[in-house]
């Protein structure tokens, strides 16, 4: 009986350490826990490799992703990288290939000179298995914002206020020229301010969308955004501005240029996390800074508005949130109608009484009452101006 149980025992043994005759590769390596600890070990010499940025700390077959990027991570100077496997993403891995599987993986990150703080985002990375180490082969996936700097290879520019990051064949310098020509028309009005202008530019917008982790098409009608890395509200998370490549290659240079100025002074205020503010007001500053030395009419920058206002008469309030909906059909309208307001108060006091409305109100104060204080009239004279200038320039 000893002897049976011991050839069972050796029988289970073979069962399970024997050669898998589809994948030719042990089959106790296909458990999740096996899966985790060759994930985990790769994950350690992308981490320490990133660290260094340095290639030869990768495993010698670790990929040509893990090593676009260390590459990246080079160029970009990305600092207080960290990755930790979470758990295995089975919806997903159920859509791969044989051999791979996907898992959320925490991950944390900074552009050193850039970023005051590191991003920290839940990330899906892809892996395969080689042999007796697993091989990244993809990252992004799962409804998660995906680290455009881990995703592909990256042309890359650094001045000392920007840092603009470009895919693809997407013109990295074009994107720089914009980007320091955004910090001086955003320096002369506003006090310096502490985060510095990071813009990601994916290939396409379909790319946008994995690193927003957007529904498709949810940013289709926009140039370009401003929020933080990992989507929070958190005052402490990095803000970085990412362009939609195919709205944005349709821009003239003075709209590309307004864009990127635009989006720049959502940068230098914190708009990102100032959710007390009205969009009206978030909005209208943004494109009064744009468009302070711009020498373009009225029928390009506001064209839209005065359009609607001869059709239809003025509007009755000011453009509120729902109304710079992406998906509204009046978009620019909104725009335009909160600009023409920020102007209108700048013309009524000064640029200084307008900046300080502004920071008055995304300190918390309510608008009214910040209105009242710096300029001696409440909302509802704001509109009933507004109202009258609208008509005055529709005519």
């Not at 320091?180 to 969308?209: I, N, T």
């Not at 744009?290 to 359009?307: E, F, H, I, K, N």
């Amino acid at each position: 009986m000893a002897g049976l149980s011991l050839a069972l025992v050796a029988g289970v043994l073979a069962f399970w350490l024997r050669q898998d005759d589809d994948a030719g590769t042990p089959r106790v390596l296909d458990s999740p826990s096996a899966r985790q600890d060759l994930a985990a070990a790769a994950l350690a010499d992308l981490q320490t490799a990133v660290g260094a940025r340095d290639r030869a700390r990768l495993h010698p077959d670790a990929g040509e992703l893990a090593e676009t990027a260390v590459d990246n991570a080079e160029k970009l100077r990305v600092a207080g990288f960290t990755v930790r496997y979470v758990d295995e993403d089975a919806a997903l891995t159920a859509t791969l290939p044989d051999g791979q599987w996907a898992a959320a993986v925490d991950t944390t990150w900074r552009f050193a000179g850039y970023d005051p703080r590191e991003a920290h985002a839940e990330v899906t990375f892809v892996f395969a298995r080689e042999g007796d180490h697993a091989v990244l082969v993809d990252v992004g996936g799962g409804g998660r914002r995906t680290p455009l700097w881990l995703a592909t290879a990256l042309n890359v520019s650094r001045t000392p206020q920007a840092l603009v990051m470009a895919a693809g064949d997407q013109p990295v310098n074009r994107f720089a020229r914009q980007a320091r020509v955004a910090v001086r028309a955003v320096g002369e009005v506003l006090p310096p301010w502490r985060q510095k202008l990071v813009m990601v530019v994916p290939e396409s917008d379909e790319q946008l969308d994995g690193v927003l982790a957007a529904d498709p098409g949810e940013y289709a009608e926009i140039a370009a955004v401003t929020t933080t890395v990992d989507g929070s509200l958190s005052p402490s998370a990095p803000v970085h501005v990412f362009v939609n490549p195919e709205v944005f290659s349709g821009l003239r240079r003075n709209g590309a240029q307004v864009v990127t100025t635009h989006e720049l002074v959502h940068v230098a205020t914190g708009a990102a996390t100032a959710s007390n503010t009205p969009l009206w007001l978030l909005e209208g500053f943004a494109d009064y800074v744009a468009l302070r030395d711009a020498t373009l009419p009225l029928s390009v920058t506001a064209g839209q508005v005065l359009a609607q206002v001869r059709r239809d008469g003025a509007p009755r309030h000011l453009p509120a949130g729902n109304e710079f909906d992406t998906h509204t059909t009046h978009l620019g309208a909104s725009y335009e109608a909160a600009w023409l307001a920020c102007r209108l108060l700048a013309q009524t006091g000064s640029e200084q009484d307008l900046l300080r409305l502004y920071d008055e109100v995304s300190d918390g104060a309510p608008v009214g009452a910040a209105l009242q204080q710096v300029y001696g009239f409440g909302e509802k004279e704001l509109v009933q101006r507004w109202r009258r200038e609208l008509e005055r320039l529709a005519r």
